[in-house]
Protein backbone atom coordinates (compact mmCIF):
# COMPACT_ATOMS: atom_id res chain seq x y z
CA UNK A 1 0.00 0.00 0.00
CA UNK A 2 0.91 3.41 -0.55
CA UNK A 3 0.02 6.81 1.31
CA UNK A 4 1.22 9.79 -0.49
CA UNK A 5 0.65 12.78 1.73
CA UNK A 6 0.29 16.48 1.21
CA UNK A 7 0.28 19.73 3.29
CA UNK A 8 -2.71 22.06 2.25
CA UNK A 9 -2.00 24.92 4.66
CA UNK A 10 -0.32 25.53 8.58
CA UNK A 11 -0.13 22.64 10.30
CA UNK A 12 -2.83 20.43 7.85
CA UNK A 13 -2.07 17.27 6.29
CA UNK A 14 -4.44 15.22 3.74
CA UNK A 15 -3.45 11.53 3.30
CA UNK A 16 -4.63 9.83 0.04
CA UNK A 17 -5.44 6.34 1.24
CA UNK A 18 -7.01 3.70 -1.24
CA UNK A 19 -8.54 6.68 -3.39
CA UNK A 20 -10.18 7.99 0.20
CA UNK A 21 -8.82 11.59 1.40
CA UNK A 22 -8.15 11.46 5.19
CA UNK A 23 -7.29 14.89 7.29
CA UNK A 24 -5.05 15.60 10.03
CA UNK A 25 -3.94 18.96 11.92
CA UNK A 26 -2.70 20.37 15.02
CA UNK A 27 -5.09 21.67 17.85
CA UNK A 28 -4.85 25.77 18.30
CA UNK A 29 -2.17 25.25 21.66
CA UNK A 30 0.59 23.45 19.31
CA UNK A 31 0.05 25.73 16.49
CA UNK A 32 -2.37 24.27 14.35
CA UNK A 33 -6.42 25.46 13.65
CA UNK A 34 -7.97 22.60 15.19
CA UNK A 35 -9.87 21.27 11.83
CA UNK A 36 -9.45 17.33 11.95
CA UNK A 37 -7.92 15.01 14.56
CA UNK A 38 -4.71 14.76 15.08
CA UNK A 39 -2.25 12.06 13.74
CA UNK A 40 -1.39 10.18 17.24
CA UNK A 41 -5.30 10.78 17.50
CA UNK A 42 -6.23 8.85 14.33
CA UNK A 43 -3.23 5.90 15.12
CA UNK A 44 -5.48 5.25 18.24
CA UNK A 45 -8.76 5.79 16.60
CA UNK A 46 -7.57 3.03 14.14
CA UNK A 47 -6.97 0.46 16.99
CA UNK A 48 -10.55 1.65 17.73
CA UNK A 49 -12.29 0.84 14.90
CA UNK A 50 -10.03 -1.82 14.21
CA UNK A 51 -11.73 -3.39 17.10
CA UNK A 52 -15.29 -2.45 16.38
CA UNK A 53 -14.72 -4.18 12.75
CA UNK A 54 -13.76 -7.62 14.68
CA UNK A 55 -17.23 -7.24 16.40
CA UNK A 56 -19.05 -6.63 13.34
CA UNK A 57 -17.67 -9.42 11.41
CA UNK A 58 -17.99 -11.89 14.66
CA UNK A 59 -21.56 -10.89 14.97
CA UNK A 60 -22.64 -10.86 11.44
CA UNK A 61 -21.24 -14.47 11.04
CA UNK A 62 -23.95 -15.90 13.82
CA UNK A 63 -26.89 -13.38 12.92
CA UNK A 64 -26.32 -11.12 16.28
CA UNK A 65 -27.37 -7.66 16.15
CA UNK A 66 -24.30 -5.70 16.71
CA UNK A 67 -25.99 -1.78 16.73
CA UNK A 68 -25.89 -1.37 20.36
CA UNK A 69 -22.86 -2.23 20.90
CA UNK A 70 -20.23 0.42 21.78
CA UNK A 71 -16.20 0.27 21.41
CA UNK A 72 -14.55 2.93 24.31
CA UNK A 73 -11.32 2.83 24.49
CA UNK A 74 -9.56 4.76 26.90
CA UNK A 75 -5.39 5.68 27.43
CA UNK A 76 -3.28 6.41 30.66
CA UNK A 77 -0.14 8.14 30.26
CA UNK A 78 3.01 9.02 31.85
CA UNK A 79 2.65 12.32 33.49
CA UNK A 80 5.70 13.82 32.59
CA UNK A 81 6.33 12.20 29.03
CA UNK A 82 2.69 12.09 28.18
CA UNK A 83 3.60 8.54 26.03
CA UNK A 84 1.07 6.14 26.27
CA UNK A 85 1.05 3.68 29.46
CA UNK A 86 -1.95 1.55 29.11
CA UNK A 87 -4.66 1.40 26.91
CA UNK A 88 -8.08 -0.24 27.68
CA UNK A 89 -10.79 -1.42 25.27
CA UNK A 90 -14.62 -1.73 26.80
CA UNK A 91 -17.02 -3.79 24.85
CA UNK A 92 -20.35 -2.25 25.72
CA UNK A 93 -22.71 -5.08 25.05
CA UNK A 94 -26.66 -4.47 25.96
CA UNK A 95 -28.59 -6.45 27.89
CA UNK A 96 -29.83 -8.81 25.04
CA UNK A 97 -26.49 -9.91 24.12
CA UNK A 98 -25.87 -13.89 24.24
CA UNK A 99 -23.60 -14.12 27.28
CA UNK A 100 -22.95 -17.60 25.56
CA UNK A 101 -20.49 -15.54 23.30
CA UNK A 102 -18.76 -12.69 25.23
CA UNK A 103 -15.64 -14.58 25.71
CA UNK A 104 -15.31 -15.35 22.24
CA UNK A 105 -16.27 -12.12 21.42
CA UNK A 106 -13.27 -10.86 23.37
CA UNK A 107 -10.88 -13.56 21.78
CA UNK A 108 -12.22 -12.10 18.09
CA UNK A 109 -11.41 -8.49 19.11
CA UNK A 110 -8.00 -9.19 20.54
CA UNK A 111 -6.96 -10.74 16.90
CA UNK A 112 -7.10 -6.90 15.97
CA UNK A 113 -4.56 -6.59 13.13
CA UNK A 114 -3.82 -3.21 14.54
CA UNK A 115 -3.22 -4.29 17.93
CA UNK A 116 -1.23 -7.39 16.81
CA UNK A 117 0.85 -5.19 14.48
CA UNK A 118 1.43 -2.51 18.03
CA UNK A 119 1.81 -5.75 19.39
CA UNK A 120 4.60 -7.05 16.91
CA UNK A 121 5.86 -3.87 15.49
CA UNK A 122 7.40 -4.21 12.06
CA UNK A 123 10.88 -2.86 11.02
CA UNK A 124 11.20 1.31 9.77
CA UNK A 125 13.29 2.69 7.16
CA UNK A 126 12.85 6.45 6.44
CA UNK A 127 14.71 8.07 3.57
CA UNK A 128 15.35 11.48 2.21
CA UNK A 129 14.81 10.84 -1.92
CA UNK A 130 14.93 13.83 -4.03
CA UNK A 131 12.16 13.87 -7.05
CA UNK A 132 11.89 15.76 -9.78
Request: proline share 8%; with cysteine.
Given at each position: ???V??????????????????????E??K???????????????????????????????????????????????????????????????????????????????????V??????????????????
Amino acid sequence: MEIVVTFPGNKKTSAMVDGFEVRTDQEPSKGGDGTAPSPFALFLASLASCSAVYIAFFCQKRGIPYDKIRVVQRDERDPETKDVRKISIDLELPPDFPGKYENALLHTVDLCTVKKTIMNPPEFELRAVRRE
